[in-house]
């Protein structure tokens, strides 16, 4: 099979703790043992929310306007009057103003801004959100649930019906958001080639969708990508070991990666790097590569690359996707992607179509270099270290979640 065989056969809704994401764990699990592996599912348990309804309405004239209930948070009924929040930081806000409110606001709903509103006393928040994504299903994560999920009404509204609603003026609206939470069971599949030695370079690729979305480009694309990469290196010996890691319910919050994470915290030490393959398809943009680590893996990676003529655009910065739970725990790591034109994740038109097969071998390949020439190297070519800076930023990322 050629990567874009891949995509296609996983490009349907594979929303995390769902049946037709522990379909797609078992489609890899047949690829990887076709191939020659010995896969196996990890699995753990998540806090699933299925979205029930959601509905704005203007008090006096009946007319509605359709919204998304925000995943983990409280569901119910509410009437109030509207006011919009775009300021850049939430100490710019004055609390007193937004007391028995309903929020329009562009902020995602972090725990800054979710602090901010139940503190202050707001009703209800509504994140605008771009119009392809009128139907994606936000998800609060874990952690930021059970904080302050349950204080506060959260949802989102497209766009155009966020801009018809305050033209509308209204004095007053109501809002009702309803989802069944319930606890469910992920898995991430996992498959390892042996080494000489007990060190390990991991690789990673989330196999999950967002609930209105077939996923596509986010990610079916990094999932075949990985196992174009495992189909390649399958027989070879290197001196560290070489792990991959399709990870589950990436789009709830990393939780396939943080509960690996856990389950392998004994071998933290041992890792490396983690190479992670999120969003692809495009042949069009260059190739971004995520670092976080020191100057010196980014100047290893970028060295890698431009050797073997990929022209990638090397950063230090974090990404959010399954690096970050290793590298919380010391752990550099390097994300690999590529968006760009008809990038259309999270929404139910990343389809295969936007997908090109050309640029997903590209980001295989560039996995490959950088994963073959860190697992054969008796001495690791650059500080296996975390910046005090980007630790900072890494765990930044992880208090606002």
């Given at each position: 099979m050629q990567p874009i065989d891949y995509v296609k056969a996983l490009t349907f809704v594979r929303r995390g703790g769902s049946e037709?994401?522990?379909?797609?764990?078992?489609?890899?699990?047949?690829?990887?043992?076709?191939?020659?592996?010995?896969?196996?599912?990890?699995h753990f348990h998540i806090y699933d929310a299925v979205v029930k309804a959601g509905k704005l309405a203007l008090i006096g004239s009946g007319k509605e306007f359709p919204v998304m209930p925000v995943g983990l948070s409280k569901s119910g009924y509410v009437e109030g009057k509207l006011t919009i929040v775009h300021a850049p930081e939430p100490e710019l806000v004055d609390k007193n103003s937004l007391r028995d409110m309903i929020v329009?606001?562009?902020?995602?709903?972090?725990?800054?801004?979710?602090?901010?509103?139940?503190?202050?006393?707001?009703?209800?928040v509504l994140?605008?959100?771009?119009?392809?994504?009128?139907?994606?299903?936000?998800?609060?994560?874990?952690?930021?649930?059970?904080?302050?999920?349950?204080?506060?009404?959260?949802?989102?509204?497209?766009?155009?019906?966020?801009?018809?609603?305050?033209?509308?003026?209204?004095?007053?609206?109501?809002?009702?958001?309803?989802?069944?939470?319930?606890?469910?069971?992920?898995?991430n599949v996992v498959a390892e080639l042996p080494g000489e030695s007990e060190r390990l370079v991991v690789l990673t690729a989330h196999y999950d969708s967002t609930p209105c979305s077939p996923g596509a480009q986010d990610n079916a694309a990094g999932t075949a990508?990985?196992?174009?990469?495992?189909?390649?290196?399958?027989?070879?010996?290197?001196?560290?070991?070489?792990?991959?890691?399709?990870?589950?319910?990436?789009?709830?919050?990393?939780?396939?990666?943080?509960?690996?994470?856990?389950?392998?915290?004994?071998?933290?030490?041992?890792?490396?790097?983690?190479?992670?393959?999120?969003?692809?398809?495009?042949?069009?943009?260059?190739?971004?590569?995520?670092?976080?680590?020191?100057d010196e893996l980014k100047s290893f990676v970028k060295a890698a690359l431009f050797e073997h003529?990929?022209?990638?655009?090397?950063?230090?910065?974090?990404?959010?996707?399954?690096?970050?739970?290793?590298?919380?725990?010391?752990?550099?790591?390097?994300?690999?992607?590529?968006?760009?034109?008809?990038?259309?994740?999270?929404?139910?038109?990343?389809?295969?179509?936007?997908?090109?097969?050309?640029?997903?071998?590209e980001i295989a390949n560039a996995a490959e270099v950088l994963v073959e020439k860190v697992a054969n190297a008796r001495l690791l070519p650059f500080e296996r270290r975390i910046s005090d800076e980007m630790r900072k930023k890494v765990e930044d990322y992880f208090q606002q979640r």
């Open positions: 037709q994401e522990l379909k797609a764990a078992k489609l890899i699990s047949s690829w990887l043992s076709e191939m020659g592996y010995k896969p196996k599912l990890e329009l606001t562009s902020n995602p709903p972090r725990r800054k801004w979710l602090k901010l509103f139940v503190e202050a006393g707001a009703k209800a994140v605008v959100v771009a119009n392809h994504r009128e139907k994606a299903v936000m998800m609060l994560s874990q952690a930021l649930a059970e904080d302050l999920g349950k204080k506060i009404m959260v949802g989102s509204i497209a766009y155009k019906h966020a801009v018809k609603l305050i033209e509308e003026k209204p004095e007053s609206v109501s809002l009702s958001l309803h989802h069944e939470v319930k606890l469910s069971e992920s898995q990508e990985l196992l174009e990469v495992a189909k390649k290196l399958f027989g070879k010996r290197f001196f560290r070991r070489v792990r991959f890691v399709f990870c589950g319910s990436e789009e709830k919050g990393l939780l396939g990666s943080k509960a690996h994470v856990a389950l392998h915290a004994y071998e933290l030490e041992k890792m490396d790097l983690v190479v992670n393959l999120d969003v692809g398809g495009n042949p069009f943009v260059r190739i971004f590569a995520k670092t976080i680590g020191t003529g990929i022209p990638a655009e090397v950063r230090m910065e974090t990404y959010s996707s399954d690096g970050m739970p290793f590298s919380r725990y010391g752990v550099p790591s390097v994300s690999l992607g590529r968006g760009g034109v008809e990038y259309k994740a999270h929404s139910p038109y990343d389809t295969p179509d936007a997908v090109c097969n050309v640029a997903l071998v």
